[in-house]
């Protein structure tokens, strides 16, 4: 499975962004979708992820509200729809498939990673 991260960019607080992560490959054997994200001196934290069959979600608290993940299985696209974005949510941000898990949250449980997009809140 290869995974391909892009939406990425500069926005204000307050704005909005959409991150895309187009999978390939063996994608029938995904379970699980996840966003994590990873800013300067802090470790990879959990933001989001999708059952890629059933389509459940989940969300960090800090993002809850705020985020919202989706799929489309017909592109192999899993998006994140990031509104209302804070200075905090600085960070780059990864995109990554499970085949073994369905409700991880762990970066460990994930075995594919994409390249990470950058996404930057000005103040």
């Known amino acids: 499975v290869q995974l391909q991260a892009s939406g990425g960019g500069l926005v204000q607080a307050g704005g909005s962004l959409r991150l895309s992560c187009a999978a390939s490959?063996?994608?029938?054997?995904?379970?699980?979708v996840g966003w994590f994200r990873q800013a300067p001196g802090k470790d990879r934290e959990f933001v989001s992820r999708i059952n890629w069959r059933a389509g459940s979600t989940y969300y960090a608290d800090s993002v809850k509200g705020r985020f919202t993940i989706s799929r489309d299985n017909a592109k192999n696209t899993v998006y994140l729809q990031m509104n209302s974005l804070k200075p905090e949510d600085t960070a780059i941000y990864y995109c990554?498939?499970?085949?073994?898990?369905?409700?991880?949250?762990?970066?460990?449980?994930?075995?594919?990673w994409g390249q990470g997009t950058q996404v930057t809140v000005s103040s």
């Open positions: 490959g063996r994608t029938f054997t995904i379970n699980s």
């Open positions: 990554a498939a499970s085949s073994g898990y369905i409700y991880a949250i762990e970066p460990r449980s994930y075995e594919y």
